[in-house]
């Protein structure tokens, strides 16, 4: 069956929502916004049964809710599509613990300030290559290659393979929800892959993230091998595309708002008003919305949903409740007060957000210190990614220098 039959364009945002629709990347914000207005949850069919909170209060249920609502399933997609593990996001308590006890170190504050320099370098070496340009295009030039840099230096995977990443993440978040056979196909493409990296470390350790992995044990036990596979897996997954699609979203911004740029260069790097202004890029363009399997029958916001109906957890949305923010729709570079739930919240919350944040602010300083009167190039257009990881895919700019 082709996709076209199966995903007409929506029309129907709050009995018909689908996050693969064409009008979704660009237009989320608005999306949420309009269905909030008229009702907390959203439901669908396209995917069996599947629920939308849009509400602050909505999304915090399901996220805290771990009896009700497992990680087990983390994406809307087709209900019979293989899963494969991918821990601690893919697990449950009380195993999920464990999990994320052993991935937790790697991404601990002192090792992120110890990565600041070099990370600093390599951002400074990418606008060198831009020497002489009048344009460039800051997410496939600058945003996308940061968090690649990072995460290889962590894991220790090679960062020569960076176009592959790129793919799989592609394939397997943009298409394989509605696709079977695509999501087996890039579930084996990475686990080859994968395995080779760790029989190689099981050889040859070296103080890398993979030797790790490839030696976990949990009391003295070796952990399975289909799980150290899947924590490179996620790595792979949840460490590039969502620091890629923060940082360039915070860019694709400030290139349409250069008030804020020159205040931001005004002052020092340590500044609290680059603390807000990328707390602020986070909330208000929150790239991440994951999802649950509904365990049991239960009411969400007043809604009744039913043991294995789907539960999108719509983090971004809840950043845009006006119940839970003043002034919402309002971007404020130095938004005092912000408890936006990018990261999500509960157990789950996300391992990697030092290492997210230490990349989008130093990223976003080199940038906007490099050229601080950039500035979109509507001529042209900027293509989002949809569904679970939103974020611009090309970011036009004309340098102005
Ligand atoms: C701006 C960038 C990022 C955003 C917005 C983001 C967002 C999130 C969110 C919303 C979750 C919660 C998932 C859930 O509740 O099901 C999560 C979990 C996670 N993230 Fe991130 N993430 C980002 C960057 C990173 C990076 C760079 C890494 C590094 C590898 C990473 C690793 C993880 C891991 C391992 C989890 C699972 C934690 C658990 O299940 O206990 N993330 N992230």
Redesign the pocket.
Known sequence: MSHHDDHPPVTDWINDWDWLDDQWGENAINIWNDVREQCPVATTDRYGRAYMPVTMEGVSAV?KDTENFS?MW?SVTRPDGPRSPA?????DPPE?AD??RL?LP??NPRKMAAMEDEMREFCRSLIAKLDGDDSADAAEQYAQHI?VH??CK?TGMPEEDADRFRDWIYRSLQLAPKDNEVRAAVSSEMTAYIEVLLNDRIKNPKDDLLTEVAVAKFDGVDVDWTLKVG?IR??IV???D??W???GSGLWHFAQHNDEVQRLVAVDNDDPLWGTAIEEV?RYY???????RVLNDVEISGCPVKADDQML?T?PAANHDPAAFENAHEFQLDRAKNRH?????????????N???M??SIGTQEWLRAFPNYSLDTTKKTKWANGQ?RGPRNIPVNLNR
């Open positions: 996220a990680s983390i821990p601690p996001i893919t697990s999920h999990h994320r991935l790697a991404f968090p990072g995460i962590i924590y996620l790595m949840a460490g590039i969502t620091t699609s923060a940082l986070l929150s790239p991440v919305t994951m999802a649950r957890l983090f739930v990018a990261f999500g919240l509960g157990v789950h919350r996300c391992a990697g957000s290492l997210a944040r990349e989008m990881v």
